[in-house]
């Protein structure tokens, strides 16, 4: 089956640091990937996403690529703010799912000004 | 903003009571689902739903119901809570190959 595994935290940063947050996947077929942010009191909120091999998703920053040959979609940011404090979720959706997405435990990340 | 609410959104019940929890959108979207958030798991699938009467289990399932009599509303029965059963539960819809989430519903079972 479907399987999402990514860095346990939780992250503590400093204000303008470079953030890494590791994911790799499992998955028959090619799979699209996502990441999901949830702010403290809050529901999950697509950050970005990719659908097919070597893609690049961004935004507000973050930038993820999909790597088929080592089956990983790592989210970075250049330098982070402390209004990024938040869980980040990695999700696939694999093929002939009925659109079920598969997540990782998160990971929270904290910055500190 | 994808027009989806959830109601209550906060809840504390009494171990062997029913709960329903309902899941409202207002954009005509045919698939909806509803997971579950626990510490350490991330999110879990407890049920979906691909159109009016249609649904099918999660990897959660034991324990819940579902239903969807009408295309905006999918509701989420606990028949008999227990004390496993607390958690953030939140509703999500699908568009095109994202799915967008509800605010959550944050229910204790004493």
């Known amino acids: 089956g479907n399987s999402v595994t990514q860095m346990e935290g939780p992250v503590t940063l400093s204000e303008e640091a470079f953030l890494t947050i590791n994911c790799t996947y499992t998955a028959t077929g090619y799979p699209s990937l996502f990441w999901y942010v949830q702010y403290p009191g809050e529901g999950l909120q697509l950050l970005l996403k990719?659908?097919?091999?070597?893609d690049k998703g961004s935004n507000k920053g973050f930038e993820a690529t999909y790597r088929k040959e080592t089956t990983s979609f790592h989210l970075e940011k250049g330098s982070v703010q402390v209004s990024d404090s938040a869980v980040y979720f990695c999700a696939l959706l694999g093929g002939g799912s009925n659109y079920k997405l598969t997540f990782g435990k998160g990971t929270l990340l904290t910055v500190n000004p | 903003d994808a027009g989806i609410t959830q109601s209550p959104r906060h809840k504390v019940t009494e171990t062997g009571t029913p709960v329903t929890l309902r899941c409202h959108q207002t954009?005509?979207?045919?698939?909806m689902y509803w997971y579950r958030q626990d510490p350490g798991h991330g999110l879990r699938l407890i049920h979906y739903?691909?159109?009016?009467?249609?649904?099918d289990k999660g990897e959660v399932s034991d324990g819940y119901s579902v239903s969807r009599s009408k295309t905006e509303d999918f509701l989420l029965t606990l028949e008999s809570a227990t004390s496993s059963q607390t958690s953030v539960y939140f509703c999500?819809?699908?568009?095109?190959?994202?799915?967008?989430f509800g605010p959550g519903t944050r229910l204790t079972v004493t």
């Open positions: 990719a659908t097919k091999a070597d």
């Open positions: 954009e005509n979207h045919r698939y």
């Open positions: 739903s691909y159109g009016v009467k249609d649904t």
């Open positions: 999500a819809i699908r568009e095109e190959y994202e799915q967008y």
